[in-house]
């Protein structure tokens, strides 16, 4: 099968056409905005403790179905090939959110600055530390299908990694923040990490061990995950329509702000590709285990950096605005990406993965 066939059969039909449909997102929502205003003027009443009732409501219906999907008994088998786990964990750890931070301080500091104020580059760096700092959970699966990948080694390189953003996450984000002077409570910080981490990935756990003894693994994999896994969409996409309608007067003054704030995002999503595919290459690792390794430091969980940032920054802000790019340019590189990947395949041994 041709690699586009793999990518028609691999890919759901949502998901394929994921930047169409959060380019209707943002066009509903900009409609919204400007011609029904009470509704976000409405929703803007339901707020606890800064954060959108709505939204956290949508947002726990993007993230739930992704944590639902992660199996942490596989962990047990992570240090039977560690090289693609090392490979995984230094670039999303230590390497990504760095370099993203860099890029968008460099772009939106520097190279824009006759176009982007200081208060509002300084909002665009904060939404790109979001996007930098939480390396990709669910898409990934689908970016490893693409490539041929070891979805066994896979699973365990996205359990490890969700088990270290509960920790990881907020102290990375604390610290680029402020040297990029944004001071976040860190209680809020904490708030975040609990609502859009913790909170699903217990429910995940405990709906996965449940009714998988209730119902078995085939059922629980095969008929609910695949279930659960709409909400998914349906939840990123209400949600893209809420935060374009609080967007619209921002984004109609100046659409010119979109495509600077893209640049940055795509140098730093091929630049992390580059850092973790060649790396693999030079550790001889197979192309099954080092195409999946480099995708997930590649893509990001944009669900998770919009939540945040909404409730970091709220729905109106550049920071906000920033993640809701990331989602539209991600789908289209990341496919790209698996092309290149799958056209190189040749570069990687097919042989037993060298420890």
């Known amino acids: 099968m041709s690699a586009e066939g793999k990518e028609k059969k691999g890919i759901g039909f949502f998901e394929r056409y994921l930047t169409v449909w959060v380019a209707i997102c943002i066009i509903v929502g900009l409609a919204i905005g400007q011609w029904l205003p009470a509704v976000p ?15 956290a409501i949508l947002i ?19 240090g039977k090939k560690p090289k693609g786990l090392v ?31 200081g208060e509002l580059a300084t909002e665009y760096i904060a939404g790109a530390v979001l996007l930098g700092a939480a390396p990709c959970t669910a898409m990934v699966f689908v970016w490893s299908y693409l490539t041929r990948g070891d979805a066994s080694y896979t ?16 102290p990375i984000v604390m610290f680029l923040l402020r040297i990029n002077n944004v001071i976040v409570p860190y209680e809020t910080v904490i708030l975040s990490v609990v609502l859009f981490i913790v ?5 995940g756990y405990l709906s996965r061990i449940l009714l ?23 939840g990123l996409l209400l949600t893209l329509v809420i935060i374009f309608s609080f967007q619209g007067d921002v984004i109609l003054s100046n659409p010119f702000h979109i495509g600077l704030i893209a640049i940055p995002l795509i140098i730093q999503t091929f630049l992390i590709f580059v850092i973790a595919y060649f790396w693999a290459r030079k550790w001889r690792l197979e192309h099954r285990i080092a195409a999946p390794a480099a995708m997930i430091g590649t893509s990001n969980f944009f669900e998770l ?30 496919l790209y990406l698996v092309k290149i990947a799958n056209n190189t395949r040749h570069w990687f041994p097919e042989s037993k993965l060298a420890n």
């Open 305 to 334: 950096a919009v939540a945040v940032a909404i409730a970091l920054f709220g729905l109106n802000s550049g920071a906000t605005l920033v993640t809701v790019v990331g989602v539209l340019v991600e789908v289209p590189l990341m």
């Open 155 to 170: 699973l365990i390189q996205v359990s490890v990694n969700d088990l270290i953003l509960i920790f990881a996450y907020g």
């Open 60 to 78: 726990w219906l993007m993230i739930y179905p992704m944590m639902a999907q992660i199996d942490f008994t596989s962990i047990v088998n992570a």
């Open 212 to 234: 998988i003894k209730k119902k078995g693994k085939e059922w629980f994999e095969r008929v609910y995950l695949k279930r659960a896994g709409k909400f998914t969409m349906v």
């Open 87 to 117: 490979v995984t964990l230094v670039v999303n750890w230590l390497i990504k959110p760095f370099t993203m931070f860099f890029l968008a301080w460099l772009f939106f500091k520097i190279i824009f600055s006759p176009f982007i104020s």
């Open 199 to 203: 909170i699903p990935l217990v429910a």
């Open 41 to 55: 003027e409405t929703l803007s009443n339901f707020e606890y403790a800064q954060v959108s009732i709505p939204v």
